[in-house]
Structures are given as C-alpha cells and as structure tokens.
T-cell receptor
Framework: SQKIEQNSEALNIQEGKTATLTCNYT??????LQWYRQDPGRGPVFLLL?????KEKRKERLKVTFDTTLKQSLFHITASQPADSATYLC???????????FGKGNQVVVIP | GAGVSQTPSNKVTEKGKYVELRCDPI?????LYWYRQSLGQGPEFLIY????????DSGLPNDRFFAVRPEGSVSTLKIQRTERGDSAVYLC???????????FGQGTRLTVV
C-alpha cells in the first residue's frame, strides 16, 4: 500500500540555522508534491508545490527538492525564525488520482 | 476576502446521535475535500467532490459517513450513529481545480461522549 513517511520526532533548531525535513514515499509515483504548514488548532496552509520534472523550488526562505529516484522530498527553512515553529506536512499527488493524501507531519521548534 | 468556512467550530454529541458538519468553500472553487485529523496525525482523506459529484469517496470509513454537495458549492458531512472513535477534527478544503493548492478551513472539532 502507499505510504508517506515523515519523521515523527520534533526538530529543535536554533534561530538562524537551516531546518531540513524529509518526506519519503513508497508504492507511489507522484507527479507532484505539495508542502503545507499547520499551526495548532488551525487548518493546513499551502506553502509550495514541486512537480516531478523540477528538481528544486524556492519561495523566500523555503526550498524544496524532489528526487523521484530516491522517492524523497526535502524541505528546507533557511535562517529559521521562532515564527517558523509549526508542523509541516507533505502531500504527494498524482494527476490520475485526485485525492490529496498527507504524511503525519514533522514538527519544527525554532529556539530563540 | 472569504476563505473556507466550517461550522460549527466545535460540536459535542452523545454516542449514537446524528451530526452534520458544514463547509462553505471559496466561491468558484470546483474541487472540495473532506479530511479527518486525530491528534498527532496528518489529515486523513475522506472524500473528494468535483462539482456536485463525489469523484472519490474511498476514504469514508464506513456507511455511517456520508457527504453531499448538491449545488456544487456548500458541502455537508453527515455522520449517523456516532461512536466515540469518530471524535476528531474534521477539515474541509477547496481548490480552484484538482491537483492544485488546497485551501483549508479551520476545522470542526467533534467530540462524541
């Protein structure tokens, strides 16, 4: 069955450093992958979408990579700030299957 | 600017009762999704609508769960004979079309006692 794996342990990182999160998937050949941010008590908020023919995508201090050979996406927050503390969710997608399935999410805590 | 609106924000119900959860998507969005999220978990897919039709309802856990979107806008998730295991946050999201970014509501926290 299809699996989306994100690290269940929270990532504690010092302010100003780069946070790197991993999303691995199995039994999947997604055409794209989305990343969302979720704060406690709120719905997820879209951050970035990267397609299978794109190796890297950037938006301000965020960078996402997509390696279809490794079946992995990396999500980077550079120059992290306490306001970046949240849970980050990955969601691989397929144009032939319109459901949007999410990983469990990975919590980031940025320490001032 | 109106985002996705879900009502009620909180619902407490007794085991065995029937509940309805409402989702008002962003105007013009044809795709609508329902998810269920338990503490410490990611959103679990329930059902996807494209327009008025349920294009994929494979995530509904059993026949106690049903959702409608009669006019292609507002959607209602209906749960019959609620069980304590149904307690979770129910999230609704809409998109301009499939395979694009989804805009989520704040969720309805359902507690079955």
């Amino acid at each position: 069955s299809q699996k989306i794996e994100q690290n269940s342990e929270a990532l504690n990182i010092q302010e100003g450093k780069t946070a790197t999160l991993t999303c691995n998937y199995t039994n999947y050949s997604p055409a794209y992958l989305q990343w969302y941010r979720q704060d406690p008590g709120r719905g997820p908020v879209f951050l970035l979408l990267i397609r299978e023919n794109e190796k890297e995508k950037r938006k301000e201090r965020l960078k996402v990579t997509f390696d279809t050979t490794l079946k992995q996406s990396l999500f980077h927050i550079t120059a992290s700030q306490p306001a970046d503390s949240a849970t980050y969710l990955c969601a691989p997608g397929d144009y032939g299957n319109n459901r949007l399935a999410f990983g469990k999410g990975n919590q980031v805590v940025v320490i001032p | 600017g109106a985002g996705v609106s879900q009502t009620p924000s909180n619902k407490v119900t007794e085991k065995g009762k029937y509940v309805e959860l409402r989702c008002d998507p962003i105007s013009g969005h044809t795709a609508l999704y329902w998810y269920r999220q338990s503490l410490g978990q990611g959103p679990e897919f329930l059902i996807y609508f494209q327009g008025t039709g349920a294009a994929d309802d494979s995530g509904l856990p059993n026949d106690r769960f049903f959702a409608v979107r009669p006019e292609g806008s507002v959607s209602t998730l209906k749960i019959q004979r609620t069980e304590r295991g149904d307690s979770a946050v129910y999230l609704c999201a809409s998109s301009p079309s499939a395979n694009t970014e989804a805009f989520f509501g704040q969720g309805t926290r359902l507690t079955v006692v």
